[in-house]
């Protein structure tokens, strides 16, 4: 069974950066591929990227490339999610992720989620 659990998040500057991390525990990470999903007040959970299971394949949502940078050390089970230049509406709560098969993570059908860490961007 696997288990995630999304550390970081809280309240932060617009203008600054925020780094979130996915511990992964339960099975071998390096076993699955991965990825971050958000949703904001009100809207629907939106993808963010994802990561196979070595690295060798990063995909982002078009809309954020530039600013969201996703990697993952399979040493520590980690997987990141660092945000630069944070703007308001990057609030959210932002979920981890992940499925043997990329293609799942990136359509929204991931086996295994974490229950998710909220981030708050103060103007």
């Known amino acids: 069974q696997v288990q995630l659990a999304e550390i970081g998040g809280g309240v932060v500057q617009a203008g600054t950066m925020t780094r979130l991390s996915c511990a992964e525990s339960?099975?071998?990470?390096?076993?699955?591929?991965m990825g971050w999903f958000r949703q904001a007040p009100g809207k629907d959970r939106e993808y963010v990227g994802a990561i196979s299971q070595f690295g060798k394949t990063i995909n982002y949502e078009d809309s954020l490339k530039g600013r969201f940078t996703i990697s993952r050390d399979n040493s520590k089970n980690r997987l990141y999610l660092q945000i630069d230049n944070l703007k308001p509406e990057d609030t959210a709560v932002y979920y981890c992720?992940?499925?043997?098969?990329?293609?799942?993570?990136?359509?929204?059908?991931?086996?295994?989620w974490g229950p998710g860490t909220q981030v708050i961007v103060s103007p």
């Open positions: 992720a992940a499925d043997e098969y990329i293609g799942a993570v990136m359509a929204g059908r991931a086996k295994y």
């Open positions: 339960g099975r071998i990470i390096s076993d699955y591929a």
